[in-house]
């Protein structure tokens, strides 16, 4: 059993619709993040949370909606997206209590725009 | 922003051999955290072996290592005795010290392809 789960592990949407995207950790973890992951690019780290506050938004079109209701819930928000969003989307999470420590990742959601 | 560079889109090794997967990486900062990944088929990224900048002495992992050059901003990966559950995507990536967030940096990746 991974300690971070994504779910959907699959989605298909037409650009017109709304969606979330849901990720839970289960190791008290207290930071959380969003990556894009496509293909033959680096996964692109899209929102970063700690302690339930966002610390970094790296430029991500407003069309991308995190949030983090608790530390161990993350949601990502999707409305009116473009075909170049579709990708995997991987949610990580990690203790803050220094920079060594290693972020763990969900099975990811594989996201298809048509 | 720190870019870290995988210049090896694929690899192939035979099982039992030994591979070395290369990283560079470009920053300014002198204190920094590297980690290799892996990413199977399942697609669940998964730590292999990490690096402190200001530590010398190579990490090794059971039959992971790494060849840290700081000078030449390299961080290769060693895997040894190698085995066919080692095929994988394997990302390298660059955590800053000197920046607030614990945000990784990735390149994008090696597949590693192991044959019998």
């Known amino acids: 059993e991974t300690g971070v789960t994504q779910t959907p592990r699959h989605l298909v949407m037409g650009m017109t619709n709304k969606k979330s995207l849901k990720c839970e950790q289960h190791l008290g973890h207290n930071a959380m993040y969003w990556y894009k992951q496509s293909a033959k690019k680096p996964l692109e780290l899209m929102f970063v949370?700690?302690?339930?506050?966002?610390?970094e938004n790296n430029s991500v079109p407003s069309r991308f909606s995190p949030e983090c209701p608790n530390s161990s819930h993350l949601f990502l928000h999707l409305h009116t997206l473009q075909p170049e969003d579709s990708a995997l989307y991987l949610c990580?999470?990690?203790?803050?209590?220094?920079?060594?420590?290693?972020?763990?990742f969900g099975d990811g959601t594989r996201l298809s725009i048509l | 922003a720190q870019t870290v560079t995988q210049s090896q889109p694929e690899m192939s090794v035979q099982e039992a051999e030994t591979v070395t997967l290369s990283c560079t990486y470009d920053t300014s900062e002198s204190d920094y955290y590297l980690f290799w990944y892996k990413q199977p088929p399942s697609r669940q990224m998964i730590l292999v072996i990490r690096?402190?900048?200001?530590?010398?002495q190579n990490a090794t992992e059971n039959r992971f290592s790494v060849n840290f050059q700081k000078a030449a901003k390299s961080f290769s990966l060693k895997i040894s005795d190698s085995q066919l559950g080692d095929a994988a995507m394997y990302f390298c990536?660059?955590?800053?010290?000197?920046?607030?967030?614990?945000?990784?940096?990735f390149g994008k990746g090696t597949s590693l392809l192991v044959t019998p």
């Open positions: 990536a660059y955590r800053s010290a000197e920046r607030s967030g614990y945000a990784l940096n």
């Open positions: 949370y700690n302690f339930k506050e966002q610390t």
């Open positions: 990580a999470s990690s203790q803050v209590t220094g920079y060594l420590q290693p972020q763990h």
């Open positions: 690096q402190e900048a200001y530590k010398q």
